[in-house]
């Protein structure tokens, strides 16, 4: 006979200011305006400063004088505060993939808490499109149990392009066949995805009892969906980047810039603070302003909370990548998302949060933040590498090699040792791995 018991324990949720801090830390530039506008819409007690009207002066212009110092003249900076004064100019709106896929939830009926799990799922994406998060994580986030969180996950599965939020390939696989369950295909990724996955088409063909050229037919149809469904949308792509900060050396240090100079002052509207404070007014219309003052003012800090951390966790990475920001921008030291987090004491979902599709404005060119990141490898001299250096060379190795006959791990791991790093072969595949190139036998690529 089953007994009752009773514990006792301790679970760290999310307050509702928190949650809408870590949405508009997610956001880019891009999408913040839009953010801003809808707030402002929905919102009465929240109101912008409308810009004070300057006197024109009639005055000639200042002729500059070219000739005399060329290098004198600065041209306007892009980024200047006057483009927040002329709201006359059209700024075309980019939507990030996942900016897109949150839109797509609009779709559903979902209350808060779950679209926000279903928010934090989508920015939890890795570049494939697959999930990057382990879902009890989520659950003890948001104070959740995993079987409501697994409902969510359900739910943004649906979401296009099919296969999105797998939480691996044959997930990815199966996700994209829903509607042919009886088929035979489905069968194979269900119960022989393994050997599917290694080429085994004989063990498949034995277990099933199917023709070779039933077999072939199922290959076919597999090898027509999409293992990837993020690839080349995630992180990456060929739009027009808006960087969300700029990094400037000023005599000879660095300044870090938010690029949000256009975003209008906000407050609260003094005549609604008044009416909230009225002592005569019906107990559901103070319920209600008071419930869109405490969002406005959140609202308000959300976004001066979006400013602190940026300019923190940019100033941050300038510190431990001395030799990048001084000119060398192949030379990366190790460095991971945590260290970045125990320097400035946040938690480390803000740091990947407020690093993940952001993007900085550097001397030597636009990066996103999270390239700054790279694990480091140790090697026999004590000497710590970054491991995007040997990845690097493994991607050349593998781009190089005889695709009549592939170099295994082994022989890999051999020619990286020639190279100067002696990584175990174990290392080298998960290397591999990592930058989704498969093992030697199915890189082989027979000549006709």
Not at 265 to 276: P, R, W
């Amino acid at each position: 006979m089953s007994r009752l018991k009773q514990t006792l324990s301790q679970r760290q949720s999310l307050s509702p200011q928190q949650v809408l801090q870590a949405s508009i830390l997610q956001l880019n530039v891009a999408s913040l305006e839009q953010k801003i506008l809808d707030e402002l819409e929905s919102n009465p007690v929240l109101e912008q400063d409308e810009p004070q009207e300057e006197e024109v002066v009639d005055t000639e212009p200042a002729e500059v004088d070219y000739e005399e110092d060329p290098d004198e003249y600065e041209p306007a900076n892009i980024y200047d505060n006057v483009r927040s004064n002329d709201r006359d100019i059209p700024v075309a709106e980019q939507v990030d993939f996942v900016e897109g896929l949150v839109r797509q939830l609009d779709s559903f009926t979902l209350s808060d808490w779950e679209r926000a799990i279903a928010e934090e799922l989508l920015w939890n994406l890795d570049e494939n499109g697959y999930l990057a998060v382990d879902l009890v994580l989520i659950a003890d986030r948001y104070d959740r149990t995993n079987e409501e969180v697994n409902h969510v996950l359900e739910k943004v599965q649906q979401l296009d392009p099919p296969g999105i939020a797998a939480k691996d390939l044959q997930d990815c696989l199966l996700i994209q066949m829903k509607g042919r369950e009886q088929t035979l295909a489905y069968q194979v990724v269900l119960n022989y995805f393994g050997d599917f996955a290694n080429h085994r088409y004989e063990s498949i063909q034995l277990n099933m009892n199917i023709s070779k050229d039933t077999l072939g037919e199922i290959i076919e149809e597999i090898t027509h969906l999409n293992p990837r469904p993020g690839e080349g949308k995630i992180g990456s792509g060929t739009e027009t980047v808006i960087p969300d900060l700029l990094a400037v050396q000023r005599e000879g240090d660095w300044v870090v810039i938010v690029n949000d100079s256009w975003i209008p002052d906000l407050n609260l509207s003094n005549e609604y603070v008044t009416l909230l404070n009225q002592k005569d007014i019906a107990r559901e219309t103070q319920k209600y302003l008071k419930e869109k003052y405490d969002s406005a003012n959140w609202f308000i800090q959300a976004i001066q909370q979006r400013r602190h951390t940026f300019t923190a966790v940019m100033e941050t990475i300038i510190k431990k990548q001395p030799a990048f920001f001084n000119g060398n921008i192949e030379s990366l030291v190790p460095m991971k998302l945590q260290d970045i987090a125990s320097e400035i004491n946040m938690d480390i979902s803000t740091i990947s949060r407020s690093t993940r599709g952001k993007y900085v404005d550097t001397p030597y060119g636009i990066f996103e933040l999270k390239s700054f990141f790279t694990e480091g490898y140790t090697l026999e001299d004590g000497e710590e590498v970054s491991t995007k250096t040997i990845k690097d060379l493994l991607k050349k190795l593998i781009y190089n090699e005889n695709k009549d006959s592939p170099l295994t791990d082994t022989d890999l791991a051999g020619k990286l040792k020639a190279g100067g790093f002696p990584v175990a072969r174990r290392t080298v595949a998960k290397y591999r791995e990592q930058l989704n190139f498969p093992v030697a036998r199915l890189r082989r690529q027979l000549t006709q």
